[in-house]
């Protein structure tokens, strides 16, 4: 199974900092990832997939990119809103399909 | 507008059962391939099952594989899961979640998402 390692696991930011987040592929996944938001209590958004295309909808604060093991979520000036879970999740191969542990962005 | 509704959720004994149901609407069901993905309390994401559209093909995750079984209704726009055998690291929300792109196959990132049903696995 692809593992997915993120990093850090947690941070603190303030509103209007640059964030960027760390997703390692154990194996490479050539463009194959996506990218979440999850607030506490609610289901996980779709942000980012194909590692840099941009969910309809999503603001354009946030960008994706990377391809083959190595990937990164940077959010360009973070809002209150951003605060949050992150979660990248390949789907190059499966089963199974997987999910990184995830990034709490909490506010400073 | 797409909404996916989990119900089946509880309380269970170690070595139970449980059925969970995800009834969903405002799309094509039978076009998109289906997962459940859950989440321990407290924990990350953990995708369990996907199924493809047109319910031909089934993938499990090894933590599950010969316990569980997915399944759907495409005349009822509805999936589910049987759970069997219960385990106390069972326990978790499950959420049903929708393919992000339209394909019989599995594409396995998802756009749309249920509001989950906790499930406890405990004595």
């Known amino acids: 199974a692809i593992q997915l390692t993120q990093s850090p696991s947690s941070l603190s930011a303030s509103v209007g900092d640059r964030v960027t987040i760390t997703c390692r592929a154990s194996?490479?996944?050539?463009?194959?990832l996506a990218w979440y938001q999850q607030k506490p209590g609610k289901a996980p958004k779709l942000l980012i997939y194909?590692?840099?295309s941009l969910e309809s909808g999503v603001p354009s604060r946030f960008s994706g990119s990377g391809s083959g093991t190595d990937f990164t979520l940077t959010i360009s000036s973070l809002q209150p809103e951003d605060f949050a879970t992150y979660y990248c999740?390949?789907?190059?191969?499966?089963?199974?399909?997987?999910f990184g542990g995830g990034t709490k962005v909490e506010i400073k | 507008e797409v909404q996916l509704v989990e119900s089946g959720g509880g309380l269970v004994q170690p070595g139970g059962s449980l059925r969970l149901s995800c009834a969903a609407s405002?799309?094509?069901?039978?076009?998109?391939?289906m997962s459940w993905v859950r989440q321990a309390p407290g924990k990350g994401l953990e995708w369990v099952s996907a199924?493809?559209?047109?319910?031909?093909?089934?993938y499990y995750a090894d933590s599950v594989k010969g316990r569980f079984t997915i399944s759907r209704d495409n005349s009822k726009n509805t999936l589910y899961l049987q759970m069997n055998s219960l385990r106390a690291e069972d326990t978790a929300v499950y959420y049903c979640?929708?393919?992000?792109?339209?394909?019989?196959?599995?594409?396995?990132?998802?756009?749309?998402w249920g509001q989950g049903t906790l499930v406890t696995v405990s004595s």
């Open positions: 979640a929708k393919d992000a792109r339209i394909s019989d196959i599995l594409t396995g990132y998802y756009l749309g």
């Open positions: 405002g799309f094509t069901f039978s076009s998109y391939a």
């Open positions: 999740q390949q789907f190059n191969s499966y089963p199974p399909l997987t």
């Open positions: 194909d590692a840099s």
């Open positions: 199924i493809s559209g047109s319910g031909g093909s089934t």
């Open positions: 194996q490479g996944i050539s463009s194959a």
